[in-house]
């Protein structure tokens, strides 16, 4: 399973868009990449998924390039209810291999 | 629809003692994960199954740990005689037959479990 390296952290403010760009160098072909949100004391949540291109849904859109070793969770206009932390998977179904994830802060 | 339901949500319990955590996944999905959470740390697989059997189990961390799913719905993790290191946040997961690509995990609110 690839591993993925993403910002431990990141800042910013109500009404901004906020990108948080995942990296997988080591992406296998069969692999999707999917982002999931976690509130404390919440399980993760499903936020996106892809395999290529841009996918984009009611929440977030996703970024992937060509060659697919990185991708970019793009949060339009941000709330103070987006405060959470963001995991970048790869993986091609079954168990999934968090990271330590991206603290997104969003201050008013 | 209901989502992931576990119970109890917290159980604090003695160094040495035996525990019982439930998921209750969400109605006809067919895979069933189970995950621990520590503090500032993202979930960490434990076991996986597929109906009734289990599918992966390699990151169950040892023989104390052993989850069942007789049935194919309702799962219950088991770990025997507890240490303080088992203290983390318990979380099941559940995702639909596999419809191809990647498929979406739901997850429940976990149990917090405190070992004292």
């Known amino acids: 399973l690839a591993k993925t390296t993403q910002p431990i952290s990141m800042d910013s403010y109500e009404g901004q868009e906020v990108n948080i760009t995942c990296s997988h160098n080591?992406?296998?072909?069969?692999?999707?990449i999917t982002w999931y949100q976690q509130f404390p004391s919440q399980g993760p949540r499903f936020i996106i998924q892809g395999y290529k291109t841009k996918v984009t849904n009611e929440v977030a859109s996703l970024f992937i390039p060509a060659d697919r070793k990185s991708s970019t969770l793009s949060l339009p206009r941000v709330s103070l209810s987006d405060t959470a932390v963001y995991y970048c998977?790869?993986?091609?179904?079954?168990?999934?291999?968090f990271g330590t994830g991206t603290r997104l802060q969003v201050f008013p | 629809g209901a989502g992931v339901s576990q119970t109890p949500s917290n159980k604090v319990t003695e160094k040495g003692k035996y525990v019982e955590l439930r998921c209750d996944p969400i109605s006809g999905h067919t895979a069933l994960y189970w995950y621990r959470q520590s503090l500032g740390q993202g979930p960490e697989f434990l076991i996986y199954f597929q109906g009734t059997g289990a599918a992966d189990d390699s990151g169950l961390p040892n023989d104390r740990f052993f989850a069942v799913r007789p049935e194919g719905s309702v799962s219950t993790l088991k770990i025997q005689r507890t240490e303080r290191g088992d203290s983390a946040v318990y979380l099941c997961a559940s995702s639909p037959p596999a419809s191809g690509g990647g498929d979406t995990q739901y997850f429940g609110p976990g149990t917090r479990l405190t070992v004292l």
């Open positions: 080591n992406i296998a072909t069969n692999d999707y």
């Open positions: 998977l790869v993986g091609d179904n079954d168990k999934l291999i």
